[in-house]
């Protein structure tokens, strides 16, 4: 979570690609951190099998204002997926498939790095089963960085499948979500942490889905209401 300086350094991050970065003296300054989590109801109410995960596609773009990433496999008609962005500005963001899917927002845009970068998370329920393309569009051109995480579940409710959402953001070393309150038995939880250096590892009970560009998306199912929370650690402190 955080662009927030006027030195930048191109610095290379797991995944072969790179970001740029504020210099060590300005990160050491700036540093602000933003998680993202977005609880989803799921379908074994009506009989069908516990939320799984299926796949996860990402990509970057450097410049330019579309960013397109193919998901290994074919997708399944009535699975979720959830994409998750970062980008370099405050302009929108929207997402289309080429399966013509409608994508919605589930929780953002949250801003940060004093206000000048975004992260989001839109979701929708896939209605034919085939290869997929996922394209998000920028308002703004990207002049250094605009990523998508892009992430296949089923098991998950067709209609209002989102149970309750939250945004966290500061200037701490670790990631925090804070308490969150779900409102039924068993839901998918999905996070998504970004920041200026690097998200080194998920929450406890956790399974990272990836750490492409040096951010971090992770889940977990959960079978019983209640307070949860979400946390992740960062490399480069605050």
């Known amino acids: ?27 050491a300054a700036y540093t602000a951190l933003v998680l993202l989590v977005i609880c989803f ?18 990509s970057q773009i450097t410049f330019g204002s579309t960013s397109r990433t193919t998901f290994s496999a074919q997708t399944t ?13 405050t302009s929108g963001a929207s997402v289309s498939d080429s399966l013509g899917n409608i994508y919605a927002s589930a929780i953002g845009p949250t801003r940060w790095s004093n206000n000048r970068n975004s992260v989001q998370t839109f979701y929708a329920i896939n209605r034919a089963s085939g290869p997929n393309t996922v394209t998000v569009n920028f308002s703004r051109r990207i002049q250094s960085f605009g990523i998508v995480y892009a992430h296949e579940y089923s098991g998950i ?33 999905f996070a998504g942490g970004v920041s200026a ?15 492409t560009q040096g ?8 079978s019983t209401r209640g307070a949860y929370g979400v946390t992740a650690n960062n490399a480069g402190g605050a």
């Not at 074994?44 to 995960?53: C, I, K, L, R, Y």
Request: glycine content about 8%; overall charge positive.
């Open 41 to 58: 109801l799921t379908s074994v109410a009506s009989g069908a099998a516990q939320p799984t995960f299926v796949q996860e596609r990402d």
């Open 215 to 222: 951010n971090l998306t992770e889940d977990r199912v959960v």
């Open 1 to 27: 979570y955080l662009h927030m300086a006027y030195q930048w350094q191109r610095r290379s991050i797991p995944g072969g690609a790179s970001r740029r970065f504020p210099t060590s003296s300005s990160r």
């Open 157 to 189: 409710r067709s209609t209002g499948p989102v149970d309750v959402s939250a945004a966290s953001s500061g200037s701490s070393g670790s990631l925090s979500s804070g308490s969150i309150n779900t409102a039924n038995d068993l839901v998918l939880i």
């Open 197 to 211: 250096s690097t998200v080194t590892s998920a929450s406890p009970g956790y399974s990272t889905r990836s750490v």
């Open 77 to 89: 008609a009535g699975n979720l997926f959830v994409v998750y962005l970062v980008w370099d500005n």
